[in-house]
């Protein structure tokens, strides 16, 4: 039968066409592939067209390679994981904190002291200046005149008397003053403490220029008013810079998606622009901080997911229920060992977040609480289950940030009742020497970072660090879930470790998971979107300590190859 002419033609362009689209555009041959998948399983080669891994294994591989393919790397040292995903940071505040001064490496309050009088010589009288990153508890030698081991702002407001100064905590829950940064807040020893705040004084009822949880809040105000003359453009241009800057550290990092937790509406409006602009250099999946009569009123239309070809997320609300256990904030069942007088303290209304906890459900909203102290686990525990009760089995994916201190008899409940706890192992290795001193050695044992308990109990544990609270360095995070080794070298409760497959699940695929997003995002998967990382050695086999040296040597994000060492 003859063919004809027009069909014949239609015939061979759609021959053209097809293999047109069986062209990869990168593929990694002969390497290891861990494909962080539920059963970790490897292959030995990746083939990516557009966004998305279109073939696994050099034998389905090798038919995707044309003369047309832009790069063929090729390098059997080399090992390739899933994107890594943190789960836990505050993005816009990473990248401010690349621009304060970093505290986290001084040894002394005398040596915070000079760096910010060395800060104070370059810049005009009244301007602020801001740090972050001193905890007490790290330093070798205690201020003069300490009060519960903080410093008093004396030293510091006699060395910089003319800039008003603000250093954060490096949990976040606490901050400094110093006496100008005081009086711009209107601070006085007549200052009450505000509610699920402290204004620390001295024996003579005198502020010290230390702000714990909602008492920072004046401090803060202070600081946005000097801002507020800034245009719209202005504060835009700034904003996207602290993108630009906390993309680049994650990015070198092997980190493609993050989890923010705690914007407002107004940086989701502005991140919604960005992503559809392509202006976000990693994805972004953010948690709402807002009250409950602001949720009700933009919860039915706030709901964004995959803006801007996947980049970005809206579809969780982010409450905080105390604070961190370094500055004594994290709220307790019993009171702490070294501060018999406190049990902590409690940030948010337990009434108001079983509201919010209803809103979720009517809007289908995830619902993330920051808690710390066992009495705030139990009472986020006793919200979601009451708030659940009619369908605890629904597909609710709740979460509990930080989790980090719990009664053992609450354990059992992150399982049973399908709740997320999202915890970054570096705090458990950072905060290890004050814990036993701020809990004692019973409740460290029984309820300190239970990683092994929790996934006993059913529960997925996405890693992540909480930059800027700590260094956005997925490889710390992943060192201590893996072997809870102290920089000392001594062992933290280690009966709790994750393995090494659950260490390296907990930055790929649980994330994924707690996020909706384990279809298209978490593993190395055919159809799925190519965020791949290439390091220098196997996570999985290499000895433990090697975990801390081993290097990125590219980042693949939505297939396009976004950071590649030198």
């Known amino acids: 039968m003859r063919v ?28 290891q592939v861990l494909r962080c998948n539920a059963a970790m399983n490897e292959t030995d080669a990746v083939a990516i067209k557009g966004d998305r891994i279109v073939a696994l294994g050099k034998e389905q ?51 915070i002291v000079a760096m910010v009088k060395k800060a104070a010589e370059t810049l005009p009288v009244g301007t602020w200046i801001e740090g972050r990153g001193w905890h007490q508890s790290k330093w070798n030698r205690k201020p003069a005149k300490a009060i519960e081991g903080y410093p008093v702002h004396e030293t510091m407001s006699a060395q910089v008397p003319h800039h008003p100064v603000v250093l954060t905590h490096s949990s976040g829950h606490a901050c400094f003053a110093n006496a100008a940064a005081m009086k711009l807040a209107g601070i006085t020893a007549q200052s009450k403490d505000p509610a699920g705040g402290e204004i620390l004084k001295d024996g003579a009822g005198k502020p010290i220029g230390v702000f714990r949880e909602n008492a920072q809040r004046s401090i803060r105000l202070a600081q946005s008013k000097s801002e507020q003359r800034r245009s719209v453009d202005e504060k835009r241009t700034i904003v996207a810079e602290h993108i630009r800057l906390a993309g680049q550290q994650c990015l070198q990092h092997g980190i493609t998606s993050v989890h923010d937790a705690g914007s407002s509406f107004a940086f989701a409006d502005l991140f919604t622009d960005f992503a559809k602009e392509s202006k976000l250099p990693v994805r972004v999946y953010m948690m709402i901080r807002a009250g409950a009569n602001e949720l009700a009123a933009r919860m039915p239309d706030a709901k964004r997911i995959g803006v801007g070809d996947g980049f970005f997320t809206v579809r969780s609300v982010k409450i905080s229920i105390d604070g961190a256990l370094g500055p004594h904030g994290a709220w307790l069942l019993n009171p702490y060992s070294d501060l018999t007088t406190s049990a902590g303290l409690n940030t948010f209304d337990v009434d108001e977040m079983a509201e919010i906890a209803g809103l979720c459900r009517k809007y289908q909203w995830q619902l993330c609480v920051h808690a710390i102290g066992d009495r705030a686990n139990r009472e986020v525990l006793d919200t979601f289950e ?61 309820g300190a970072y239970v990683w092994r308990s929790l996934i006993d109990s059913g529960a997925i544990i996405p890693n992540g660090t909480d930059a800027p609270v700590e260094r956005v360095d997925p490889r710390v995070s992943l060192y201590a879930a893996v072997t809870r080794k102290l920089t000392g070298g001594e062992l933290f409760y280690p009966d709790q470790c994750m393995t090494r497959a659950e260490g390296l699940l907990s930055y790929t695929l649980w994330p994924a998971i707690s996020a909706f997003q384990e279809r298209k995002l978490g593993s190395i998967e055919i159809g799925k979107k190519a965020d791949i990382v290439l390091w220098d050695r196997n996570l999985l086999t290499c000895p433990a300590e090697e975990i801390l040296d081993a290097t990125v040597r590219m980042t693949v994000l939505d297939g396009n190859v976004v950071y590649e060492a030198e």
């Open 61 to 111: 591989v090798t038919k995707w390679i044309d003369p047309e393919t832009t790069r063929v790397i090729r390098d059997s040292k080399l090992v390739a994981t899933a994107g890594f995903a943190d789960s836990h940071l505050h993005f816009v505040g990473l990248g401010q904190s690349l621009q304060m001064l970093d505290l986290r490496d001084a040894k002394s309050w005398q040596e």
């Open 386 to 446: 009451a708030a659940l009760r009619d369908d605890v089995a629904s597909d609710h994916r709740w979460r509990i940030e930080h989790a980090q201190h719990l009664s053992p008899r609450d354990i059992p409940r992150f399982g049973k009742l399908g709740v997320i706890p999202a915890m970054q192992a570096n705090h458990c290795t950072s905060d290890a020497i004050f814990v036993p001193m701020r809990l004692g050695e019973r409740r460290s044992k029984e």
């Open 4 to 31: 004809p002419l027009c069909l014949f033609f239609l015939i061979i362009l759609g021959s053209v066409g097809f293999a047109q689209n069986n062209v990869a555009d990168l593929v990694l041959l002969d390497l």
